[in-house]
């Protein structure tokens, strides 16, 4: 059965810093992995989708890297700005039995300090 | 504003009630889906809609009913609900579900602002 894992649970840290999300899961067969970000009151937004013959995919500030074999992906966010304060979530997207499943994880609070 | 609407954005409703979410994309997408999140879990798929028809549905209870009627319209029925259904309900859209580069998977999803349920 597949679970994904985001460590830590809540991070607080200063503008400016640098800064490694986690994602793990635990089965490897996955067909893509998916960075969200949710800001209070409102729905999900897409930061960036890595197929898993794809190493990593960069959009701005932001990069994603995927390691299937260890069964992790790294959110990097560099210099941080209190506008990245959300909870950022990862998902897969595999099959299991015929049926394709989208498991997310329970997420990453961030607040960015000003 | 991603394109994706949601109605209503809060509703209380009691256990015997029938009421129904809807979702709307504006975004030409032939994708739609139907999220369920509660509070201190992770977010649950529920239903996906490709081109109107239902192409998956993660182990539902039949008190929830989706509805596609079109590719730009998603609803969400609702009867006899319990209280351990309150969550925040999410719509989200994609252009579709498709081959990409030799593998399938989702892509990207637009999300709505979610229906806030609270079940009596």
């Known amino acids: 059965k597949q679970e994904v894992t985001q460590i830590p649970a809540a991070l607080s840290v200063p503008e400016g810093e640098n800064l490694v999300l986690n994602c793990s899961f635990t089965?490897?067969?996955?067909?893509?992995l998916q960075w969200f970000r949710q800001d209070p009151g409102k729905g999900l937004t897409s930061l960036l989708l890595i197929q898993s013959s794809q190493r990593e995919q960069t959009s701005g500030r932001l990069n994603a890297s995927l390691d299937k074999s260890s069964g992790r992906s790294t959110l990097y966010i560099a210099a941080s700005q209190p506008g990245d304060s959300a909870t950022y979530l990862c998902?897969?997207?595999?099959?299991?039995?015929?049926?394709?499943?989208?498991?997310f994880g329970t997420g990453t609070r961030l607040k960015v300090l000003a | 504003e991603t394109g994706v609407t949601q109605t209503p954005r809060h509703l209380v409703m009691g256990m015997t009630n029938k009421k129904s979410l809807k979702c709307e994309q504006h975004l030409g997408h032939n994708a739609m889906y139907w999220y369920k999140q509660s509070a201190k879990k992770p977010l649950e798929l529920m239903f996906v809609y490709n081109f109107k028809e239902q192409t998956e549905n993660n182990s539902v209870p039949s008190r929830f009913s989706p509805e596609c009627p079109n590719s730009s319209h998603l609803f969400l029925h609702l009867h006899t609900l319990q209280p351990e259904d309150s969550a925040l309900y999410l719509c989200a859209s994609s252009q579709g579900q498709v081959w990409v580069g030799g593998d399938r998977g989702l892509e990207t999803q637009y999300f709505g602002p979610g229906t806030r349920l609270l079940v009596l």
């Open positions: 998902a897969v997207f595999y099959e299991d039995s015929g049926t394709y499943k989208y498991i």
């Open positions: 089965d490897s067969a996955i067909y893509n």
